[in-house]
T-cell receptor
Framework: NAGVTQTPKFQVLKTGQSMTLQCAQD?????MSWYRQDPGMGLRLIHY???????DQGEVPNGYNVSRSTTEDFPLRLLSAAPSQTSVYFC??????????????FGPGTRLTVL | SQQGEEDPQALSIQEGENATMNCSYK?????LQWYRQNSGRGLVHLIL?????REKHSGRLRVTLDTSKKSSSLLITASRAADTASYFC???????????FGQGTRLTINP
C-alpha cells in the first residue's frame, strides 16, 4: 500500500492565484482531513470528511474549499492565494470510529509559499 | 484554539537518558494520542491511551493519563539519536474526526 500520498511536494504561488493540493489514500479509510502547520506550531484542522460526499469545516477553513467525490481522494482548493496561506499542508486519513481505530495516517506534506 | 499544550517546548538530552514530555488539555476526552514528526516529514502515530486507562506501554514508550488533572505524559526510555524529532499530543474532545493537536515538544538527543 502507498498509504497517503500528496502532490505536489513543493509549490510557489503568487498572491491571487488558485491551485489544488491533491491527496489520495489506498487504505479504504472513511475519514480524511487537511491540516496546516506553521513554524513552531502544531497542526490546525482546515477541513475534514467522514465519507464520500460529506465534508465539514475545521478550525481554519477560510480561503479553502474541499470536496470528496470518492473514498480515495480529498483535494484541497485554494481559491485566491494569500501570503497568510504560506504553510506546510498535511493530509491525513483514518478508519474513524470503526472498531475504535482512531489512528490517523499522514501524508508527507506539501510545502506552499505564496509571494 | 489549541486543546493540548506540550511542555517543555524543547528538550535536549544525552543519548541513553530518559526523556519526559507532558501534555495538558482543557476539556473531557475519549482518548489521547501521541505522534512523532521527524524534520520535514508527516506525523507518525506512536500510541493511543483511552480515558479509562491510566498507563500504557509500547516498547521504550510509556504514556500516562490523569483525567482528573487533564494531563498526559510521554516517557521515552534509553533514548537514541533516532528519537530526535518533535512530539505532539492530540485529543478528540471535538470528536474522533477532529483531532486537536498541541504545539509539540522538540526533542534533541545528543550522541
Amino acid at each position: 500500500n502507498a498509504g497517503v500520498t500528496q502532490t505536489p511536494k513543493f509549490q510557489v504561488l503568487k498572491t491571487g492565484q488558485s491551485m489544488t493540493l491533491q491527496c489520495a489514500q489506498d487504505m479504504n479509510h472513511e475519514y480524511m482531513s487537511w491540516y496546516r502547520q506553521d513554524p513552531g506550531m502544531g497542526l490546525r484542522l482546515i477541513h475534514y470528511s467522514v465519507g464520500a460526499g460529506i465534508t465539514d469545516q475545521g478550525e481554519v477553513p477560510n480561503g479553502y474549499n474541499v470536496s470528496r467525490s470518492t473514498t480515495e481522494d480529498f483535494p484541497l482548493r485554494l481559491l485566491s492565494a494569500a501570503p497568510s496561506q504560506t504553510s506546510v499542508y498535511f493530509c491525513a486519513s483514518s478508519y474513524g470510529n470503526r472498531g475504535g481505530q482512531y489512528t490517523q495516517y499522514f501524508g508527507p506534506g506539501t510545502r506552499l509559499t505564496v509571494l | 484554539s489549541q486543546q493540548g499544550e506540550e511542555d517543555p517546548q524543547a528538550l535536549s538530552i544525552q543519548e541513553g537518558e530518559n526523556a519526559t514530555m507532558n501534555c495538558s488539555y482543557k476539556t473531557s476526552i475519549n482518548n489521547l494520542q501521541w505522534y512523532r514528526q521527524n524534520s520535514g516529514r508527516g506525523l507518525v502515530h506512536l500510541i493511543l491511551i483511552r480515558s479509562n486507562e491510566r498507563e500504557k506501554h509500547s516498547g521504550r514508550l510509556r504514556v500516562t493519563l490523569d483525567t482528573s488533572k487533564k494531563s498526559s505524559s510521554l516517557l521515552i526510555t534509553a533514548s537514541r539519536a533516532a528519537d530526535t524529532a518533535s512530539y505532539f499530543c492530540a485529543t478528540d474532545s471535538q470528536g474522533a474526526q477532529k483531532l486537536v493537536f498541541g504545539q509539540g515538544t522538540r526533542l534533541t538527543i545528543n550522541p
